[in-house]
């Protein structure tokens, strides 16, 4: 199983740019990831094709130092981009009747097991809660005493009225209930028909007696995710045969991602409607691109991400900074250093924390003076008040003391107060010089590393 957004960052990482080179090997990573999510080949294929081309034209754009974002992260959000597009326009809206002419019906259809009692109950739910409604349930799936009986529990447990007669004619069922919502004051019917395992011509003639008897102004398809592409010839048929007004995709809490409800919205020309993500009652979400789309690229939640990367080191910093730890692992240590040191700690957390956490630092530090961030105020004013050749060459101050009095001076420091700080100085150096002898695998025990 491909890893999405993973395979895809690694393939950027260290990247500068997007090049027709890295965006191949990401466009096969992404390829993988959307046939495996029952994405349909053609289509799979032409959404490949218009990534290539928008990432390619993207290389200006980076290489300009947009710094926060990496080559890595325009492509996901490209990536993403497309794929909402492919998914929209998005319409979850259930059709409702003016009550004052009848009740609103949403007929259910689709292959056995496809989850139409299950959706039904749940759509009702939905009904009652978001749009204070009155439903009744009919089951006009009158073959499976079954059926009816899953139908009546679910009816009780959501405190609905059911009307179904084990039996009985599926037509005269639904047109019956019509009656029943008038008499008890019901304002939404929604019919639960019967499915086969597969299309057959006496079921879909029973579908359109009921759609010609009722018009309901809602036809919902539920298709289960799990049957993947073969989703997509069920849909295509019953929209032939009934117009369908939209679909419900089913049991996408499992592993099914859902690409082909891709398919099915292309070959129907009807929205997603709504999805199943369980089989209790409260487990219907209206469709939502972005996160559909996250789950067919294998993303995880892209926008969380990208938050967070907006927060991480931008690129040019973290050369930066890896080229400082380089050469203070050579042996190299100035005041340069000293300082960005102080800046990177003070941004992470309370300077006596830090001082706890560094022990060669929080030893160099005598007991009354705690290195808090007036402490860092001084070290930055003593070091501002250093010329650019004393911050490079810190054995300058150890050999002219009359450098050290002019800095305490410029800095409005006590002289003693700057030879404290070349002191601590000196004893960082010290450390870093001893890492620079055992190898580098210390320094990433540091915080700003
Ligand atoms: P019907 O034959 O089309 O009426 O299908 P049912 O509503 O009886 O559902 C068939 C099975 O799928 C039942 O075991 C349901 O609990 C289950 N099911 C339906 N929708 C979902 C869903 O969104 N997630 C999961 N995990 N199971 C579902
Ligand atoms: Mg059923």
Redesign the pocket.
């Known amino acids: 199983v491909s890893k999405g957004f993973r395979d895809v960052r690694n393939r950027f990482e260290g990247k500068r740019e997007i090049t027709e080179e890295n965006v191949e090997d990401a466009l096969k990573d992404i390829r993988m990831s959307m046939l495996e999510a029952d994405v349909n080949f053609r289509i799979t294929k032409n959404f490949i094709e218009r990534v290539k081309e928008k990432a390619l034209g993207e290389v200006v754009r980076v290489k300009a130092g947009d710094s926060e974002v990496t080559p890595g992260d325009h492509f996901i959000k490209i990536c993403h981009d497309e794929l909402e597009g492919l998914m929209g326009p998005v319409d979850t809206n259930i059709t409702f009747q003016n009550p004052r002419i009848g009740p609103t019906k949403i007929m259910m259809v689709?292959l056995?097991?496809?989850?139409?009692?299950?959706?039904t109950a749940k759509l009702a739910k939905l009904c009652i809660d978001q749009h204070k409604k009155k439903p009744l349930l009919v089951g006009a799936d009158v073959y499976r005493p079954a059926?009816i009986e899953?139908l009546r529990v679910l009816g009780q447990q959501l405190g609905v009225p059911v009307h179904a007669v084990e039996g009985g004619d599926p037509v005269q069922v639904c047109n019956d209930a019509l009656k029943i919502a008038k008499e008890q004051e019901c304002d939404v019917v929604i019919f639960?028909t019967a499915?086969r395992l597969a299309i057959d011509d006496v079921l879909m003639t029973e579908l359109e007696k009921i759609v010609e008897t009722t018009k309901p102004e809602n036809i919902f398809l539920?298709v289960d995710a799990m049957i993947g592409q073969d989703a997509v010839n069920t849909a295509h048929e019953f929209n032939q045969r009934l117009e369908i007004d939209g679909f419900i995709m089913?049991?996408?809490?499992?592993d099914a991602r859902g690409g082909a409800a891709l398919s099915i919205k292309e070959v129907t020309g009807k929205p997603i409607k709504f999805i199943?993500?369980?089989?209790k009652v409260e487990?219907l979400e209206p469709f939502r691109p972005e996160g559909f789309a996250n789950r067919i690229l294998g993303f995880g939640d892209v926008m969380g991400l990208m938050q967070k990367f907006e927060k991480t080191l931008s690129e040019e910093e973290a050369a930066n900074a890896e080229k400082d730890a380089m050469r203070m692992l050579s042996g190299e240590f100035d005041f340069n250093d000293f300082y960005n040191q102080l800046q990177q700690m003070s941004k992470l957390g309370s300077m006596q924390e830090l001082a706890e956490m560094m022990p060669f630092l929080g030893g160099s530090i005598p007991k009354d003076v705690s290195l808090d961030d007036h402490e860092l105020v001084r070290i930055r004013a003593i070091i501002q008040s250093m010329t650019p050749k004393e911050r490079t060459n810190p054995d300058l101050l150890t050999r002219q003391p009359s450098r050290v009095k002019r800095i305490a001076k410029g800095s409005a420091q006590d002289l003693k107060k700057v030879e404290q700080v070349l002191q601590q100085f000196n004893m960082m150096r010290a450390m870093m010089q001893q890492f620079s002898n055992f190898g580098g695998g210390f320094l990433n025990k540091i915080p700003g590393f």
């Not at 056995?112 to 959706?119: D, L, R, V």
């Not at 089913?250 to 499992?254: I, P, S, V, W």
């Not at 199943?276 to 089989?279: L, Q, S």
């Open positions: 689709g056995q097991g496809s989850g139409k009692t299950t959706t059926a899953q639960d499915g539920v089913t049991k996408l809490d499992g199943g993500v369980g089989e487990a």
